[in-house]
């Protein structure tokens, strides 16, 4: 049967190079985003500040919540600290030399012209005590800061300051900016190119009136006596920390800790890859499917005859089997290498637009590409049962003859699953008309997603019934050549809804994963723009703006109120059927001081200035959600894993533009590795000369170097950047699925027509020119087209209206038209060239050769 299978296809290589194109694609596509995945599970960038470090030891990663038998365990991407006390014990533990507490903040040089200085590559430094000097590989000139208001710079950020040790410099930190001695600069020894982040000394006194907080350290490094192994060490340190909400790194490990902004690209890479992961693996499924059917259809005349010869149903089965599996093993393995390509490609458009730092390093392990060739052979396996079983399942003088013949209906299996998928996409899909929560949103959308699956599974009833609605308007428009072309699609509605399927996909899939998050970023936009009802906006360069802004501001003449932001993610979670889930919000923290003067988040219910610690306010959306209303505790997972139940004093509309959870910034800036504002608001008093009070803001930026002073439009202008740089954040990786689509688009529809050589022949012997039957295809390929576009615009046309609905209270959602009409124009170059290059070629040969030609 091998012997078979191999000979079949030395002979038949033409037919089965759509499945390869097919398989190999799919191999490209899993293997790239399996890199990602990986990736977002390794480290991305060497340690340096801790290299000699054998132990680092930082806040707990995760969170579990319980609700009887079940638990529910969840990541942390916020720096959380760990407990001060347990330096000490950390030390005591067996084969360690000592163990020191980091405390890290935002600390920038300012230079005589204000401007902030960097470090090397243009590296952002950052403040750190002396005693963790000790961890990393440093050659020190001068002497260690002792005193109060006494530094020691790294070196690339000395020289570019111009300063050594004995001159003063002006520092701005987490409070106004001073100014220090230099006493030491420091040079970094180890590898891995230039620091990523210079460190800035200080004190120890300074660095924790700096750091802000009394009770913890950002992490606790571990040294090694002589002779002790660093997972040895790590087990010991474990055991004397018993108790404690700590995780422990070792080896490359330890880079996480160091650099919390390459904890928080990889948790964006595993978020990607988990959202799409899913969706990916499916459409491979489904295009692989498609075409080994389509490859099988068109062979059906040979395994007829086989079948009429005696073959039996599993023989037929093994030897579809066995076309399936080397191709899949061939496509698959030769698939990973582009894959491998092309997730380099992704990191560094991800790099660009800022989702990743530029030096984050891809894992290139070897367990992506063997989840793309397993999931290869698996899909082409699954496919091959599925097509050999309807082989099979016809008597042999039945096959031979219904080989010359399209079969009228689809299987009742078929009609079933593809109805069934109908129903629950549709039920799925009106979800935000009955629910305000984020389960409707993201029902709806994955609601359109299945809508456009079960049209591929019914495609040629649909086909069909599209192809007689237009049949009229085409033979008037086209005449004789639109009626052949009318009745070719009739004849032969597979083909044609093979061709339909892919082409209806890529418009969808384009449509639900594009147009959500633009209707969901433009509502946020105007609830922004429409709820900063202040005159000013303050935002700051180095790290945020200090805690004092805002009462110092409020002293300034003519203004009547000013209030700090900061925003951070957490968890909520509550009990839904005996077990919990979580739910993760954007959540902003806001200082007293007149919150109505600054902002209008359109409160439905509730007071917003009763905001106190223990307390919460939340949009409408998250209330829904958690099942909670005015005085009703919610169970808040804060990000450094603290569990906290404030009551609910407000209930607020504008969810999308301000965070759906609103808390006092003492309690953001308590539980989270910030430590400054993001922003803060300003109003101007009644009759205020707004030029003057304009010029002593700006002159804020003596005291707190790199304040920026923006309009009343400023903080809407800066989400407005924000979200756009998180749309296309998540658009780029849809480039790869996008581009899998169009390949299986141009597969399909070229296999279909290179299979017609014999119709065109016949056309031609019977009288037709050459132009006729281009005109013929170019009819067909207009009808092919326009539905898929109409099919495909339609299907996920009622989950963004209701998710729209769900979100803004609008029907009608936000669809870029430029956006729309390039995904509808590149998708129908696409089919026209995949139907009409190959018609032209096929018409190049005589047509008395090709009509002898077998299938």
């Known amino acids: 049967?091998?012997?078979?299978?191999?000979?079949?296809?030395?002979?038949?290589?033409?037919?089965?190079?759509?499945?390869?194109?097919?398989?190999?694609?799919?191999?490209v596509l899993i293997t790239a985003f399996g890199i990602i995945l990986q990736s977002g599970i390794g480290d991305g960038v060497p340690v340096q500040r801790y290299a000699d470090a054998a132990v680092v030891v930082g806040g707990e990663k995760s969170f579990s919540v319980r609700e009887g038998d079940s638990t529910r365990t969840t990541s942390l991407d916020d720096a959380v600290g760990?407990?001060?006390?347990?330096?000490?014990?950390?030390?005591?533990?067996?084969?360690?030399?000592?163990?020191?507490?980091?405390l890290r903040f935002p600390a920038e040089v300012v230079d005589g012209d204000g401007r902030l200085?960097?470090?090397?590559?243009?590296?952002?430094?950052?403040?750190?005590?002396?005693?963790?000097?000790?961890?990393?590989?440093?050659?020190?000139?001068?002497?260690?800061?002792?005193?109060?208001?006494?530094?020691?710079?790294?070196?690339?950020?000395?020289?570019?300051?111009?300063?050594?040790?004995?001159?003063?410099?002006?520092?701005?930190?987490?409070r106004p900016a001073g100014d220090y001695r230099v006493v030491g600069v420091v040079a970094y020894t180890g590898g891995g190119g230039a620091l990523r982040t210079p460190p800035v000394f200080f004190a120890e006194g300074d660095a924790r009136a700096l750091y802000g907080r009394g009770d913890r350290v950002s992490a606790i490094g571990v040294l090694a006596a002589e002779g002790t192994d660093a997972e040895r060490?790590?087990?010991?340190?474990?055991?004397?920390?018993?108790?404690?909400?700590?995780?422990?790194?070792?080896?490359?490990?330890?880079?996480?800790?160091?650099?919390?902004d390459v904890a928080s690209a990889r948790g964006s890479l595993k978020e990607l890859a988990g959202s799409l992961g899913g969706t990916v693996v499916l459409i491979t499924m489904m295009v692989v499917g498609s075409t080994l059917a389509l490859n099988i259809h068109q062979r059906r005349r040979e395994l007829a005859l086989l079948r009429a010869m005696g073959a039996t149903p599993k023989q037929i089965h093994k030897m579809i089997a066995g076309e399936a599996l080397v191709i899949a093993l061939i496509a698959s393995v030769l698939g990973c290498v582009p894959g491998v390509l092309a997730a380099g490609v992704m990191r560094g458009a991800l790099s660009v637009i800022g989702v990743l730092p530029e030096d984050f390093s891809f894992s290139y392990g070897p367990l992506p590409m063997i989840a793309a060739v397993f999931t290869g052979v698996v899909a082409a396996q699954a496919a091959a049962f599925a097509v050999a079983r309807r082989v099979v399942a016809i008597r042999p003088v039945e096959a031979l003859s219904e080989s010359h013949t399209e079969e009228p209906r689809l299987g009742r299996v078929r009609v079933f699953v593809g109805v069934l998928l109908l129903v629950l996409g549709l039920a799925a899909s009106l979800l935000p008309l009955f629910f305000g929560s984020v389960f409707a949103a993201a029902g709806a959308g994955s609601g359109g997603l299945i809508m456009v699956i079960a049209i591929l599974v019914l495609a040629p009833p649909v086909v069909g019934r599209m192809t007689r609605v237009l049949a009229r308007p085409f033979q008037r428009r086209f005449g004789n050549l639109g009626y052949l072309a009318v009745a070719n699609t009739r004849a032969?509605?597979?083909?044609?809804?093979?061709?339909?399927?892919?082409?209806?996909?890529?418009?969808?899939?384009?449509?639900?994963?594009?147009?959500?998050?633009?209707?969901?970023?433009?509502?946020?936009?105007?609830?922004?723009?429409?709820?900063?009802?202040?005159?000013?906006?303050?935002?700051?360069?180095?790290?945020?703006?200090?805690?004092?802004?805002?009462?110092?501001?409020?002293?300034?003449?003519?203004?009547?109120?000013?209030?700090?932001?900061?925003?951070?993610?957490l968890f909520a979670s509550r009990k839904l059927l005996d077990s919990p889930e979580v739910f993760d919000y954007q959540a902003q923290g806001l200082s007293p001081g007149g919150l109505d003067q600054v902002v209008d988040l359109d409160v439905q219910r509730g007071?917003?200035?009763?905001?106190?610690?223990?307390?919460?306010?939340?949009?409408?959306?998250?209330?829904?959600?958690?099942?909670a209303d005015l005085g009703d505790p919610v169970?808040?997972?804060?990000?450094?894993?603290?569990?906290?139940?404030?009551?609910?004093?407000?209930?607020?509309?504008?969810?999308?533009?301000?965070?759906d959870v609103t808390l006092p910034h003492e309690t953001v800036l308590r539980h989270s590795s910030r430590h400054m504002y993001d922003s803060v608001l300003v109003r101007l008093a009644e009759g205020a000369d707004r030029d003057e009070?304009?010029?002593?803001?700006?002159?804020?930026?003596?005291?707190?170097?790199?304040?920026?002073?923006?309009?009343?439009?400023?903080?809407?202008?800066?989400?407005?950047?924000?979200?756009?740089?998180?749309?296309?954040?998540?658009?780029?990786?849809?480039?790869?699925?996008?581009?899998?689509?169009?390949?299986?688009?141009a597969n399909t529809l070229v296999m279909t027509t290179l299979a017609r050589g014999r119709e065109f022949a016949m056309l031609r012997l019977v009288g037709a020119t050459r132009k006729q039957v281009m005109r013929m295809m170019r009819t067909e390929t207009g009808m092919l087209v326009l539905i898929a576009v109409v099919v495909g615009t339609l299907v996920p046309l009622l989950p963004l209206t209701t998710v729209s609905f769900g979100l803004t209270e609008s029907p009608v959602p936000y669809i870029p038209p430029f956006m729309y009409l390039g995904i509808v124009a590149a998708t129908s170059a696409l089919a026209a060239g995949a139907v009409l290059v190959p018609t032209k070629l096929a018409l190049r040969s005589r047509p008395v050769e090709v009509i002898g030609l077998r299938e």
């Not at 296809?9 to 194109?21: E, K, M, N, Y």
């Not at 407990?83 to 507490?101: E, P, W």
């Not at 007071?607 to 099942?627: I, K, N």
């Not at 903080?715 to 407005?720: V, Y």
């Open 117 to 174: 200085v960097r470090g090397a590559d243009d590296h952002r430094s950052v403040g750190v005590n002396w005693a963790s000097a000790a961890l990393g590989p440093f050659d020190r000139e001068g002497r260690a800061p002792e005193r109060a208001g006494e530094v020691a710079l790294e070196k690339s950020v000395a020289e570019r300051a111009g300063v050594g040790p004995g001159d003063t410099v002006r520092i701005a930190s987490t």
């Open 693 to 745: 009070v304009a010029g002593a803001l700006a002159s804020l930026d003596e005291r707190y170097p790199g304040t920026e002073v923006l309009d009343e439009g400023g903080l809407s202008s800066a989400q407005r950047r924000t979200a756009v740089a998180g749309l296309v954040g998540s658009a780029l990786p849809l480039v790869l699925v996008f581009g899998y689509i169009a390949v299986a688009v």
């Open 82 to 102: 760990v407990s001060a006390d347990l330096v000490a014990k950390a030390a005591r533990a067996g084969g360690a030399a000592g163990a020191v507490g980091v």
């Open 492 to 569: 032969d509605s597979r083909r044609l809804a093979a061709g339909i399927g892919p082409l209806v996909l890529a418009i969808g899939f384009a449509s639900v994963q594009l147009f959500i998050p633009t209707t969901t970023s433009r509502a946020a936009e105007q609830q922004a723009a429409q709820g900063v009802v202040a005159d000013y906006t303050l935002i700051g360069a180095a790290g945020g703006l200090p805690v004092d802004v805002p009462e110092h501001v409020r002293d300034l003449p003519g203004v009547a109120a000013a209030a700090g932001t900061v925003r951070v993610d």
């Open 1 to 27: 049967m091998f012997r078979l299978v191999l000979q079949t296809l030395a002979q038949r290589t033409s037919g089965f190079v759509g499945a390869f194109v097919a398989l190999f694609g799919a191999s």
């Open 635 to 659: 169970r808040l997972h804060l990000p450094d894993g603290a569990t906290v139940t404030p009551k609910v004093v407000a209930v607020y509309a504008r969810g999308l533009g301000f965070g």
């Open 607 to 627: 007071d917003l200035g009763a905001l106190s610690p223990g307390t919460v306010a939340l949009s409408t959306g998250a209330a829904s959600t958690l099942g």
């Open 233 to 260: 060490l790590a087990d010991r340190v474990g055991d004397a920390l018993d108790g404690a909400r700590v995780e422990l790194y070792t080896s490359d490990g330890r880079s996480s800790v160091e650099n919390p």
